[in-house]
């Protein structure tokens, strides 16, 4: 049930915009205090435990799949320190090509009368060591797969979250 990277070596990530530093959402406040990311990691606990009302939660977990609450928490617009990636470069190629709405609710296509950039980030997730003749995994475990989860959403983009730590 989860979307593999064996037969693909690259991560994807597409944005509308360009960013000097591609933070996730908990961290693109630069002054944001303890005490802040705090109330927001409460927040995803929140989120967790109503999530697990759900009838699919409780299949899935019986069954012994990995369920990434985190990751599932960005999807539905949480602060937290997980930046979505894929491994579909179509997936990538929406995502630089539409734009959000306020509200967070819907995307709307760029429009073809107006010039714009889309930005596509490709991240090697494995690197071949000639010295050693081993292969590395270039997360280390920080990156878990979302998609397939018990949620249509996230199954549909493919989706994978990398963990990352303040700073």
Do not use: W
């Amino acid at each position: 049930l989860l979307p593999t990277t064996i037969d693909n070596s690259f991560l994807y990530r597409g944005q509308t915009e360009f960013f000097e530093e591609c933070l996730p959402t908990l961290y693109r406040k630069k002054d944001i205090s303890d005490e802040e990311i705090f109330i927001e990691r409460i927040r995803c606990c929140e989120f967790e435990v109503y999530l697990k009302q759900y009838p699919q939660i409780e299949i899935f977990e019986k069954n012994k799949y990995n369920i990434d609450y985190l990751g599932l928490s960005q999807h539905y617009g949480l602060k937290t320190n997980v930046i979505d990636l894929t491994n579909s470069l179509d997936v990538a190629l929406f995502f630089a090509m539409c734009n959000m709405s306020e509200d967070g609710k819907a995307f709307s296509p760029q429009r073809e009368d107006k010039e714009y950039i889309g930005y596509i980030y490709a991240v090697r997730t494995k690197e071949y060591n000639n010295r050693t003749n081993k292969i590395k995994n270039f997360f280390d475990g920080r990156v878990k797969a979302i998609g397939m989860q018990p949620f249509y959403r996230p199954g549909n983009q493919r989706g994978f979250g990398m963990h990352l730590e303040r700073g």
